[in-house]
């Protein structure tokens, strides 16, 4: 095993652990800003009382995306630093405008968030919110588009001042929009929301399970399977399909090692399940015969270009990338079914909550979206290997020649074992607050007398508290 | 060129920001077992930086980015040549936030007791890593042509490098205490009050001993201030800053002996970095491969966008941070969502 892999390794292990959490925020944010709508249209107190109780677990999701995050950052730095060297003038821009449009808006109001239940009335706490998940979306935005000038890198020249070739900026409009960023950020954006959404639904399902907070369990099923529904359909007829189109227009090899196609052919079929030989340059499975020219090109009879139009030495590991690439797809199909029963049984007089066996499926959904998410982002990372900035840069020449064996071997072992430990009391904690369950509805008289617009905040001396406990 | 400075400018104002806000809850996670005498203590502590230290900690990521952006070969070198001090700085902002985090969410006294520590401990930690860092940006690191270097972590730690480690883990518990004295009442409040003095008066005398030990042994660094008579402003106004603390707090008025511990922190770093400008990394191998504010920053056109960036969103920045502040002022008051 060289360096090289082992960067490869941490990079992609911290990575993985790190995006379990972002999409669980960026979707649970979108539910809690249903919540707070619901919350000072209707003043029901069940919707504070939902508000309460999933803040608590965004809180905890979010410190650990924070926590994680800041590695991410870090890393470029100490184990990529050619590549950083290379980028900076790019790739290092956009993190930092990152920095400055989104994790500051999320830092500044998360307290608020997180507190808010009571210090702040129904509207300001809607607002902060607002604020925090508007910042957690920015920041996806430009980390999708730092990652997408990585696949399709564009806007920019090489020169050389002294330190080996470096890419310069030439149109900053350029490399924000690159050809892969539009429907890359949807793609990831949906899926976040469908990850988001499969939390609830699966806490949701467990309390109908166990018979316990009933009447909250149904509202929260009510609030996240249309979002569940929707976006899972539109994943796959819309956004997904619209990447695949990117990706076939722009990354040719990507898309023949997602798909294992080695020979360029018009009528190209999509595998539904198989298993890919690149040494003997065979795919066999399951397949659907000239879907994939139809899905990329609208034409059954279109050629799609195979990998055999690429040197050898530029294939990623084909055999990875296509089961990997597979078990997104398959997973992002059975979550249209799974959308289109649980809607189903809804609509056919309320049946969904008496189906233990959809209840029980509904249960387990945040674990196959969250698995959906980092396969697909897998996908996307192996195929574009051996580049790291596509057809520009390649991985063996971006990591740091000053680091040793020793300390990268150093650094996993560390990270596996924290993150492993973090892992287990995330879960503990996570179980523990789920079992515990919603709060008791607060005093509406309490919730009344809380600051509720700017003005109230500033105004008042000090701050309305409960009481301790 | 004026870009450039002006980056380097805005660099230190962020890591400025970064030390003045992490580093009172920095220094609270320090005095957490000297101060706090029971459970109730250690969650008001943690509870006077729960709505904030987040927020704190995102001036590092802004740091890190707007470092990577405007100075990516400092960036890069720096980062990678600290490779090992840079993973435990990782593992301890790690740890520091899932302490925060996980402390109060179990009532087991070993439960709370394990995280305490690990809270502790990891505030330590970030204060001793980043001023040993901080020590050997300023001694100069071993930078061969392409900018690579790689240092020994037990070389890190040199006596110059430790030295000002502790007079980092000083300056923020100070920094601490005096933040805390909005924040707590009765006998806690009473213990915080008389710690402050003493640990002033030691911070004075270790501050003013490195501060001699920097400027004689570095001639360069004693050159640009000769250069550059303005820049002397910059400690003198420290000292100056500290004198009117001390005074503050003699007086009672906690608050703006608070503005004033602020005001040192931003200063000292200013006279580290008017000290060392226009050098950001020094070689020791040869000052021809000094990484500076030219050779080491990113293109004017990359400059300017991000100019603009931090023209836009730099007001937003401090505004909210500053409600956020006004909004949670006050004493500390344990509720349901408290940590």
Redesign the interface.
Known sequence: MSVEDLHRIQFALTVTFHFIFPPLSLGLGLILIIFGVKSVRTKDPKWRQLSTFWVKIYGLIFSLGIATGIVQEFEFGTNWSRYSRFVGNIFGSLLAAEGIFAFMLEGGFLGLMLFGGTRLGNRMWLFATTMVVTGATFSAFWIVMANSWMQTPQGFEIRDVGRGPQAFMTSFYDVVFTPSFIPRILHVIAASWITGSSLVLSVGAYYLLKKRHVELAKTMIRVALPVFAVFAVMQVAVFGANQATQVARDQPAKLAAMEGLYQTESCAPMFLLGWTNPDEEKTTGVHIPCLLSLLTTNSFDAPVTGLEATPRNDWPNVSVVFQVYHVMINLGMLFVLIGLTACGFWIWKRKIWNQRWLLWVLVSSVVLTEIATITGWWTAEFSRQPWIVWQVLRTEDAYSPNVTFAQVVFSIAMFVVLYIVVFIVFLRLLDRRIKEGPPPPQDSEETESLPDSFGEIFRRRSRVSSGGK | MWLQTTWFVLYIFIISGYAILDGFDLGVGMLSPIVARNDRDRRILLNAI???W?????W???G???L???F??V???????F??A??L???V???R??A???RS??PEAWWRSLWDWIFTISSYGITILLGVALGNVILGVALDQ?????VDFLDLLNPYSLALALVSVLMFSLHGAIFLTQKTTGELLEKIKSLIPKLLITFFVLMTALIAWTLLRDEQFTQNFKDRPWTALFPILAFASIAASWLLVRRGAYLSALLASATMIALLLGAIASGMYPVMLRSTTNSAYDLTVQ?AS??N??LM??FV??L???P??LL??A??Y???R?KV??????Y
């Open positions: 729960g709505p904030v987040d927020g704190n900690e995102v590092l990521v802004l890190g980015g707007a990577f952006a405007a990516p070969v960036y890069a070198s720096l980062f990678s040549g490779y090992l840079m993973m700085v990782l593992m902002l790690i740890l936030t899932v925060i985090e996980f969410k179990r392409q900018g690579n270097m790689s050779n990113a293109a056109e990359t966008v991000m960036f931090a836009m969103g730099m937003f920045v909210y941070t409600g956020v006004f909004f949670f006050g008051e344990l509720d349901d969502e408290s």
